[in-house]
T-cell receptor, first 111, second 113 residues
């Protein structure tokens, strides 16, 4: 699986958009980009995933660059409850579905 | 849909004892995964099941660890002769298929003294 690189931590003001970057420069054509988050003392929670097109759901938007070497998770209006560790994961299609978590980005949303 | 449940939520045991954890996935989810998470680290994959078949085990899963999913529903993870290094949060997740989102349980926190 391709390795991902994320900033260790980020701050965001409540009500503003949170843009979380992820670098996956060695991603291959059959690898998807998944985002999960983990709020303190809880199990991880799925946010969104994509292959090459931008994706949006009720939680967030995922922007994947044309060369697929990086992506950005956007939380459009961050709230205090979005404070969590955000994990960017690349996963090969048809490889069992196991998630390989890195260190993630600790996002702190501040009032 | 009641979510993934795990029992117990906390377990304190003495070194050398055996422990068993249970995971009840979302009904009709074919895939069930076990992960382990130590403080300050992301979760690490341990093993997964497709229905009752255990399809992959991580090298992290030593001979002291065994997992079962006997009827393709709930799963158990047993650790024999626990060591202090086994202290961690053990997370279970389930999904419909291998590319579908995984739903995680709250975890079982194991402390080995």
């Amino acid at each position: 699986d391709a390795k991902t690189t994320q900033p260790t931590s980020m701050d965001c003001a409540e009500g503003r958009a949170a843009n979380l970057p992820c670098n996956h420069s060695t991603i291959s054509g059959n690898e998807y980009v998944y985002w999960y988050r983990q709020i303190h003392s809880q199990g991880p929670q799925y946010i969104i995933h994509g292959l090459k097109n931008n994706e949006t759901n009720e939680m967030a938007s995922l922007i994947i660059t044309e060369d697929r070497k990086s992506s950005t998770l956007i939380l459009p209006h961050a709230t205090l409850r979005d404070t969590a560790v955000y994990y960017c994961i690349v996963m090969i299609y048809n490889q069992g579905g196991k998630l390989i978590f890195g260190q993630g980005t600790e996002l702190s949303v501040k009032p | 849909d009641t979510g993934v449940s795990q029992n117990p939520r906390h377990k304190i045991t003495k070194r050398g004892q055996n422990v068993t954890f249970r995971c009840d996935p979302i009904s009709e989810h074919n895939r069930l995964y076990w992960y382990r998470q130590t403080l300050g680290q992301g979760p690490e994959f341990l093993t997964y099941f497709q229905n009752e078949a255990q399809l992959e085990k991580s090298r992290l899963l030593s001979d002291r660890f065994s997992a079962e999913r006997p009827k393709g529903s709930f799963s158990t993870l047993e650790i024999q002769r626990t060591e202090q290094g086994d202290s961690a949060m053990y997370l279970c997740a389930s999904s419909r298929g291998h590319m579908d989102e995984q739903y995680f349980g709250p975890g079982t926190r194991l402390t080995v003294t």
